[in-house]
């Protein structure tokens, strides 16, 4: 009863910039935290930065400095301006929610991931 919606990826040289943007929506009451991850080929998924309702926000080591996230609370929408890319940048970028359904007037947690997109950092 969520859906999540990606975009931005794409192909970019070493030291360019991307902006990835993730829309939820369906019967949402509200939202805890959005985040986005990242799988490279042959490797775990991992925490990219994620964003709290609250207003907290934490990065991977390797991605501070030069990605920031921001989130539109009133547009359900997360997304991660990404600059001066590298090569290890590369991966399938996830969005992630977390947050309360409002179904038929009972709430109920959910966690709900995005279909991914490729983001390809490649002279």
């Known amino acids: 009863q969520v859906q999540l919606v990606e975009s931005g990826g794409g192909l970019v040289q070493p030291g360019g910039s991307l902006r990835l943007s993730c829309a939820a929506s369906g019967s949402i009451f509200s939202i805890y935290a959005m985040g986005w991850y990242r799988q490279a080929p042959g490797k775990q998924r991992e925490l990219v930065a994620r964003?709290?309702?609250?207003?907290?926000?934490n990065y991977a080591g390797s991605v501070k400095g030069r990605f920031t996230i921001s989130r539109d609370n009133a547009k359900n929408t997360v997304s991660l301006q990404m600059n001066s890319l590298k090569p290890e940048d590369t991966a399938v970028y996830y969005c992630n929610v977390d947050g309360q359904l409002n179904i038929m007037g009972t709430m109920r947690e959910f966690t709900s991931w995005g279909q991914g997109t490729q983001v390809t950092v490649s002279s």
């Open positions: 964003t709290t309702s609250g207003g907290s926000t």
